[in-house]
Structure formats: C-alpha cells, structure tokens
C-alpha cells in the first residue's frame, strides 16, 4: 500500500504564495513520477503539474505554468508545489498523486495513470 499526505493549505489572498507537500509511503518513491491536481467546487478534477521519478522532467497545465513549480526530493520521499502569484481561480482542493508504473511518465496529465491519491488539502485564494 501506498500512503500520500499533502499540507501546506490554507487561505491566500491574491498575489500570495503557498508551498504545498506531500510525503510518501509504501514503496520505493523514487522509482515513481507523481503529480498534482485539483478541484474546484461543481468541477472536475484537473491536472495541474507532473515530476518524472528523477525530477528532470516537469510538466505544468498551462493555466500555472510560470507561477507554480512542482519539485522533489527522493531522499525525503517528498514532492512539493510552489505556487507563486495565486489567483482566485487557484482556489480548490489540491491532491498528490503517485504514478502507476515504474519509470514512465506517460500521458502524466491524464488522472486515470494514477494509482495512489492523498485526501487533499484545501488551498482557497481570496480577491
């Protein structure tokens, strides 16, 4: 079994930043890409940012793209987000999510290629 646990939520008023993580258990994190995604409330859940098992690779939705950055740090089994200039529409519930395969990173902005999802944290921004 694989555990997830996100933190770093909370209410930003517009133009801050929050760092969110998620710590990792059960199997070998660093073998794993993961990701990040959200939802907001009468809306479908939606990929936010993705990091290949190294940390080489990054990918972002265009909607954060040059404000947020996912990172990690395999020795911790942790992966972060760093969300800078936040708006409103960053409002949600954000969730960590761990790859399902080994060494792939394939179709990363697509939920279905996730095994493991965290219970969220709210991050609620505020005009």
């Known amino acids: 079994q694989v555990q997830l646990v996100e933190s770093g939520g909370g209410l930003v008023q517009a133009g801050g930043s929050l760092r969110l993580s998620c710590a990792a258990s059960g199997r070998t994190f660093s073998s794993y890409a993961m990701g990040w995604f959200r939802q907001a409330p009468g809306k479908e859940r939606e990929f936010v940012a993705a990091i290949s098992w190294g940390g080489v690779n990054t990918y972002y939705a265009d909607s954060v793209k040059g404000r947020f950055t996912i990172s990690r740090d395999n020795a911790k089994k942790t992966v972060y987000l760093q969300m800078n200039s936040l708006k409103p529409e960053d409002t949600a519930v954000y969730y960590c999510?761990?790859?399902?395969?080994?060494?792939?990173?394939?179709?990363?902005?697509?939920?279905?290629?996730?095994?493991?999802w965290g219970q969220g944290t709210q991050v609620t921004v505020s005009s």
């Open positions: 999510a761990a790859y399902r395969s080994v060494y792939n990173i394939g179709d990363y902005y697509s939920s279905d290629e996730y095994d493991y």
